[in-house]
């Protein structure tokens, strides 16, 4: 069974740094562009970031841009989220994802598997 394993969330002060991993169960991963979404309580799961198959192309939402970065190996199965000067309102759980239909890399409705989600809580 395909599986999308996220870690490397927990508890930081403002102004620190997170780095999450997802790695995938099998190697056809490789194969996919890939994502981060995050999801606050109460409210709707919101795109992060997203890199292509190659990772020489990365998207990223404006309230994240120069602060996080999004990167591969696809070696490993591995999509990495290098999150620095962190904010109390990036405090979410982030899930990784798997662009598996053609559209805007922003929209929600282009990505099938996801993982279980790992929780990033940003104190002030």
């Known amino acids: 069974q395909v599986q999308l394993q996220e870690s490397g969330g927990g508890l930081v002060q403002a102004g620190g740094s997170l780095r999450l991993s997802c790695a995938a169960s099998?190697?056809?991963?490789?194969?996919?562009?890939r994502a981060w979404f995050r999801q606050a309580p109460g409210k709707e799961r919101e795109f992060v970031a997203a890199?292509?198959?190659?990772?020489?192309?990365?998207y990223y939402a404006d309230s994240v841009k120069g602060r996080f970065t999004i990167s591969r190996d696809n070696a490993r199965n591995t999509v990495y989220l290098q999150m620095n000067s962190l904010k109390p309102e990036d405090t979410a759980v982030y899930y990784c994802?798997?662009?598996?239909?053609?559209?805007?890399?922003?929209?929600?409705?282009?990505?099938?598997?996801w993982g279980q989600g790992t929780q990033v809580t940003v104190s002030s």
């Open positions: 994802c798997r662009k598996a239909r053609t559209g805007s890399y922003y929209s929600r409705n282009v990505y099938d598997y």
């Open positions: 099998i190697a056809t991963f490789s194969e996919y562009p």
């Open positions: 890199i292509n198959r190659s990772g020489t192309n990365t």
